[in-house]
């Protein structure tokens, strides 16, 4: 057995043995280790610049509060219709993808891969899946139109509700 096994070998030995020696230790070792897998990556939530594309987006319901460091894009209209399709983005290649049905609209998703849950917020209740790529996946409606959002990393509930709860009409 080489000098690098030897050596791990007799840090697990010695671990071990200060876990059966010291009260406390081990539960101290476990709960270092499983916090840093179980605390959410926070993210600031912060107000979307609307001024310069207030014309073109007058009265459509968008949202108001995104993730920080995200910026508007673009939108498309398909034409005969009032749904609106938006993008944002920040610097390190992220985007959500935000979709605008006002006259209602279903999903559905394969949930092989994406854990569903509902998420209650002032005015509703949204749908979130999280994938298993560090997506996430929410849908909701406000008054009747149907909005569904794609982001392309991992948000917490909290933030989804507070961008739930600050969709609202651009004036």
């Given at each position: ?43 600031r939530i912060e107000a979307v610049n609307y001024d310069k594309y207030l ?117």
């Amino acid at each position: 057995m080489g000098y690098t096994k030897q050596a791990l070998v007799s840090v697990m030995a010695i671990l071990l043995s200060l876990c059966f020696i010291i009260p406390g230790f081990a539960d101290n070792v476990r709960y270092t280790l499983l916090s840093v897998f179980e605390r959410p990556v926070a993210i600031r939530i912060e107000a979307v610049n609307y001024d310069k594309y207030l014309s073109d987006l007058n009265g459509y319901v968008l949202p108001k509060d995104l993730p920080k460091g995200y910026n508007y894009v673009s939108h498309s209209r398909p034409s005969g219709t009032e749904t609106l399709y938006v993008i944002y983005s920040d610097n390190n290649g992220g985007f959500i993808e935000y979709y605008y049905y006002p006259n209602g609209g279903n999903a559905s998703y394969d949930n092989e891969f994406t854990n569903f849950n509902a998420l209650d917020f002032k005015g509703g209740t949204a749908y979130v899946g999280h994938t298993d790529e560090n997506t996430t996946i929410m849908y909701f409606l406000r008054s009747d139109a149907f909005i569904q959002m794609d982001f392309q990393s991992e948000i917490s509930d909290i933030e989804l509700r507070k961008i739930a709860e600050n969709v609202c009409p651009i004036n």
